[in-house]
Structures are given as structure tokens and as C-alpha cells.
T-cell receptor
Framework: GAVVSQHPSRVICKSGTSVKIECRSLDFQATTMFWYRQFPKKSLMLMATSNEGSKATYEQGVEKDKFLINHASLTLSTLTVTSAHPEDSSFYIC??????????????FGDGTRLSIL | AQSVAQPEDQVNVAEGNPLTVKCTYSVSGNPYLFWYVQYPNRGLQFLLKYITGDNLVKGSYGFEAEFNKSQTSFHLKKPSALVSDSALYFCAVRDGKGAGTALIFGKGTTLSVSS
């Protein structure tokens, strides 16, 4: 089945550091990838929709200058948390849908990245 | 606007008993409905979906879900629960018209199966 690889799985860094998270679709092409943020014991909050070759679409309340998204190819999207602070600590999950599928295809999810800012 | 409600934060069931995890939805067009399961510190695994057709959908690991249009519900069920089913379950919806739109998730329900 479709596989989405997310890296790294865990990051611990100092406040003020920028952190890049990669999301790859391993066996399919994805024009659209999605970035979610999950707080402890909470649902997934959609942060942005990443479109290959164009600017990402951010949800209301998500700072686009804080969370930089790049979707340079059909198999890779990156999320960079710039100048991270402790309140950015969270579980970030990416998701992708097969290019060949129509909207009834499920989204496939990466295993998430646990970001801890000290 | 689309939304999903999972009214129960936690469902407790004994192993071998049937389980139900509830979900109701709101969407302007035809709903595409999904169930996912999440284990600790992991991403989401797809269980099943309803797009059209038979209201009873069968999915992975013996789970099934019933689409009820009049009640706008899509409850997840399993006839006989296993301890290994203990996890966090998410119901999600997408408007059928939006090919590029993301899934909107409910807040999740923790399922605890006791031996």
C-alpha cells in the first residue's frame, strides 16, 4: 500500500533553532500534501495544504512565516519551524494523497515528528 | 463548513464484547467519511471509508462502519473486541466536491479493551 515517510521522528533542540521536517511519498506521487499538528490527547489540527510547485495554503491562525512549507517535487514536502519556541513543541504529522486518485482515496499519513523545544 | 463530532472521549469494553465508537458529521455536499486509528507516537492508519453504495462498510482488522444519512452518523463497530484494539480512533470527513481538500478530523475517542 501507499507509504508516507516522515523524518525525523523526534527532535529536541534549543529555543531559537529552526527545524526542518521532511515528508516523502515513497511509492506514489502526490500533488497535494497536508500538514497537521496534534496536541496531547487532542485531535489533528490542519495547518496547511501543500501543493507541488505553488505556494502552500495556510489555515486561519497559522503563521506562514513561522511554519515554512516547500513542496518542490511530487514526492517531497518540507515543513520548517523557524526560530522555534517552547510553545511550538508538538507532534507534527504529514499526509499525502495519491496523484492518480480522485477525492475518494484515503490520505496516507507519516509516522509523525515529535518536536520538543527546550 | 465541514465538521465531525465524536461525543465520547473514551470507550471501555471487555475483550470479546462488541464495541461501538460514535461519529456524527456535518458537510455541505456528499460526505466522504473515513476512520483512522492511531497508536502512541505514531501516525494514523487507515481503517475504512464510505464514499457511496452500501451503507455498511467493512475495513481492516475486522472493523466495520455504518453510514446513516438521516442521522448524519458513521459509527465504527466491531463484533468482538481485542485487547490489541486499544488505541485512539479518529473519524474524518471530506466534502466530496473538494478533490484537493484535506480531511477534517473529530477530536478522537480512546478505546480501551480490558482482558
Amino acid at each position: 500500500g501507499a507509504v508516507v515517510s516522515q523524518h525525523p521522528s523526534r527532535v529536541i533542540c534549543k529555543s531559537g533553532t529552526s527545524v526542518k521536517i521532511e515528508c516523502r511519498s515513497l511509492d506514489f506521487q502526490a500533488t497535494t500534501m497536508f500538514w497537521y499538528r496534534q496536541f496531547p490527547k487532542k485531535s489533528l489540527m490542519l495547518m496547511a495544504t501543500s501543493n507541488e510547485g505553488s505556494k502552500a495554503t495556510y489555515e486561519q491562525g497559522v503563521e506562514k512565516d513561522k511554519f515554512l512549507i516547500n513542496h518542490a517535487s511530487l514526492t517531497l514536502s518540507t515543513l520548517t519551524v523557524t526560530s522555534a519556541h517552547p510553545e511550538d513543541s508538538s507532534f507534527y504529522i504529514c499526509s499525502a494523497r495519491d496523484l492518480q486518485g480522485v477525492s475518494n482515496q484515503p490520505q496516507h499519513f507519516g509516522d509523525g515528528t515529535r518536536l520538543s523545544i527546550l | 463548513a465541514q465538521s465531525v463530532a465524536q461525543p465520547e472521549d473514551q470507550v471501555n469494553v471487555a475483550e470479546g464484547n462488541p464495541l461501538t465508537v460514535k461519529c456524527t458529521y456535518s458537510v455541505s455536499g456528499n460526505p466522504y467519511l473515513f476512520w483512522y486509528v492511531q497508536y502512541p507516537n505514531r501516525g494514523l492508519q487507515f481503517l475504512l471509508k464510505y464514499i457511496t453504495g452500501d451503507n455498511l462498510v467493512k475495513g481492516s482488522y475486522g472493523f466495520e462502519a455504518e453510514f446513516n444519512k438521516s442521522q448524519t452518523s458513521f459509527h465504527l463497530k466491531k463484533p468482538s473486541a481485542l485487547v490489541s484494539d486499544s488505541a485512539l480512533y479518529f473519524c474524518a470527513v471530506r466534502d466530496g466536491k473538494g478533490a484537493g481538500t484535506a480531511l477534517i478530523f473529530g477530536k478522537g475517542t480512546t478505546l480501551s479493551v480490558s482482558s
